[in-house]
């Protein structure tokens, strides 16, 4: 069986079990996204019908779930909940602009999270050094991801751990041979990223900078850090958790 039919066959068995369920079905992207997400479970506890939130392996997914619901009317038994992805780049594709898909503010959920923990103002007053030596790193590499991306050329990588870059940052700072440098686009991150740069790229960026310096080698990871910020939400958590809870009011 070819993967793209296995990928089909996945789609198929989540619609199905959507529409077998008693429950209302909150369809998110993966595990990590529960972090955030699986309070909805506890928030509508005693809800009728009760709610549960399905992480099913990815945003292709979610999507392809959509789709096979969307003309039935069991696609009022499920709300989906997508990061933006390079929609935050090229706008979202006007054939998933529907009332029950929700989309991040930002690339990802992790980029709600990195501006709703003021993420930036911490790396610069903890650790501006070292913040302002490896930012124009990022953004260069950054910068020539979305100049290939949006001119339809191969890109090189854009899910990238921080480590891979800063171990071999000429390779990934370097135009390639018909490209060339997008200052422009560089000075427009400088103030864009916490929205615009993958966000599980800048949670790492944001661990690596608090982790250098003396004493702090493991005191700050992902999973911790989505976790204090969820305490609060900020205003796109916020939005996210408000779309929910009006189609569920419906």
Not at 18 to 37: A, H, R
Request: proline residues 4%; aromatic residues 8%; contains cysteine.
């Amino acid at each position: 069986m070819s993967s793209e039919q296995e990928n089909i066959d996945v789609i198929k068995a989540f619609a199905d079990q959507i529409k077998d369920s008693d429950l209302l079905s909150i369809v998110i992207e993966g595990d990590d996204d529960l972090l955030v997400y699986n309070e909805f479970e506890d928030i509508y506890d005693l809800n009728d019908p009760m709610v549960s939130v399905l992480p099913v392996g990815g945003r292709n997914t979610v999507l392809g779930i959509f789709d096979l619901l969307k003309d039935t009317p069991h696609l009022n038994k499920a709300i989906f909940i997508v990061d933006q992805d390079t929609w935050v780049i090229n706008g979202i594709d006007p054939q998933y602009i529907h009332e029950r898909i929700i989309c991040t503010h930002g690339y990802s959920f992790e980029n709600d999270i990195f501006i709703a923990g003021n993420l930036k103002e911490k790396m610069c007053l903890r650790n501006n050094e070292v913040y302002s030596s490896e930012l124009p790193v990022l953004l260069t590499w950054y910068a020539l991801e979305l100049d290939r991306l949006e001119n339809g050329k191969p890109l090189k990588r854009l899910r990238m751990d921080p480590e891979h870059l800063f171990n071999r940052v000429s390779e990934f700072t370097t135009p390639d041979p018909d490209q060339n440098l997008p200052v422009e686009k560089i000075q427009d991150l400088k103030e864009k990223y916490p929205k615009l740069m993958r966000g599980k790229t800048l949670l790492r960026f944001y661990i690596r900078i608090m982790i250098k310096r003396d004493g702090f080698s493991k005191a700050y990871t992902t999973k911790a850090t989505i976790e204090n910020v969820c305490e609060k939400k900020g205003e796109n958590l916020k939005r996210i958790f408000n779309q929910v809870d009006s189609l569920i009011s419906i």
